[in-house]
Structure formats: structure tokens, C-alpha cells
């Protein structure tokens, strides 16, 4: 009985999403099970700084599909996520079209991340040793903009160690364009928030999120890239409003 309940809850999953859950529970069962794979696969498939060495640029896609071992609770989350929002909406939109919006979400929060990355690297890069050398800010930027200009050595390969080190993974961006694609099919439909037994419509809540999201960035107090997830929703809500104009946000022609 168990297994024709779960064989049955299994084929009700619409196939883009099906299958996008499926990889990335696989990615990340290697990584927990062989961690000496889990370094690896986060260097390969990582989105990586666009000038540092370990970029490639199939890395814009297979980042989405990796999440750390040591928070499983990252890649429940997004997986549940989109199972929720995102089964309703390939129902509605189809598959190829749900494909692609998920991929342009996702491809979208990998260019505002490396966008935020080229503005801000250098001078988190420069308060960072600051710090550790104690000394100002200031002085720092001489020392470092001097030793560039002079082509030191090891300034650069430590630069070169630092551009690597910035590395995102995850499919927060694109599920967070999937939860702005809900929100406008169906704007005024209800949803609770763990622990607050209100209803919100999701209109609102996406609002929210978005708020929440730019304030989270623009103060850096954690590692999360709260710029991506907000590159997802950029991206998403412009073919969203496309879709909308041309009057096909609940379907039919795609473009």
C-alpha cells in the first residue's frame, strides 16, 4: 500500500519538476555520502567570479544544481519549494515553458551575483586584510593598489586564492523566481508562514520576501547571496510581465 501511495505521489509530479528535484538530491546524497567529492563538485560545478581562475561558464547552469552537505536544511527547502510552487505552475504553463523559465531565473541570479561581485570585491577584499594587519582601510587600498600596480607576486596569487574563494551554489534563485511566478498567476491566493497561523496573500508575502532579500544584501551579515535570489525575481518578473502583456501568463502561446 506504502509503495503504490508513493509510486502515485511520484508519477502526480509534473516531469521538469520531477526531474529537477531528483538531480539535485542526487548531487547532494554524493556529496554527503563520499565528503572528499563534496570539494570537488563545489569547485566544478560552483559559480565561480567571473576573473577568477576556477570560472567556467557552464557553471551559471550546473550551480543550481548543488547544495552544501552540512545544511541539508538549504536543499530541503528549495526541493519542497519547488515541488509545492513549481508542480502548479508547469500544470499550468507546460513543461517546455516552465523549463525555461526556471533555467532563465537561475542563469538571471548568476549574473546580478557576479555583477555584485565585480563591484564589491575589492573592497571587501581590501577590509579584510585590513582587519587582519590592523590597519585602516584606507592605508590598505595604497598598499594593495600599489603592489598591483607593481605586479607583486604574491599580492596577486593572493588575490587570485581570494577570487576563488568566491563561490555560490544552490537553486534558491531560481526557486525564488518559481515563488514570483506564483504569486502572479495567483495573486490573492492564501499562504501561512511557519509559526504564524495568518493567512497572507501571496502577492504580499512576495513583496516581502523581496523587501526582506534587498535589505539582507545590502547589509552582508551572512554568507547567503541574497543578491542572487533577488537576480532571480528581476529576471523572472520581466518575462512574467512580458507574458502578461501578450496575455499568456496562464498559457497558450508561448512566446
Known sequence: MFRNRLSGFAASIPPVTKNLIIINFIIWVVEAVFPRFSETIVNVLGLHFVS?????PIQIVTYLFVHSPSTPFHVFF?????????????RIWGSKRFFVFYFICGIGA???QEAVWAATWMNDYVDS?????????????EVVDAAIANGNA???????????????????????GI????????????LY??????PIKA???????????FFLGVAGTDMVAHFAHLGGMIFGLAILLYWKKKGTLRGGSFY
Open 179 to 190: 515563488i514570483l511566478g506564483f504569486a502572479f498567476v495567483f495573486p490573492d491566493r492564501p
Open 154 to 176: 604574491d599580492f596577486l596569487s593572493a588575490i587570485g586564492q581570494y577570487k576563488n574563494s568566491m563561490v555560490t551554489i544552490g537553486a534558491s534563485g531560481a526557486v525564488f
Open 52 to 56: 577568477a581562475s576556477g570560472f567556467n
Open 78 to 90: 528549495n526541493m519542497f519549494t519547488l515541488w509545492m510552487f513549481g508542480s502548479l505552475l508547469e
Open 193 to 198: 508562514l511557519f509559526f504564524i497561523p495568518v
Open 129 to 141: 586584510i585590513a582587519k587582519m594587519n590592523g590597519i585602516t582601510t584606507a592605508h590598505m587600498r
Open 203 to 213: 502577492k504580499y508575502m512576495m513583496i516581502g520576501y523581496g523587501v526582506i532579500e
Open 110 to 112: 548568476a549574473i546580478v
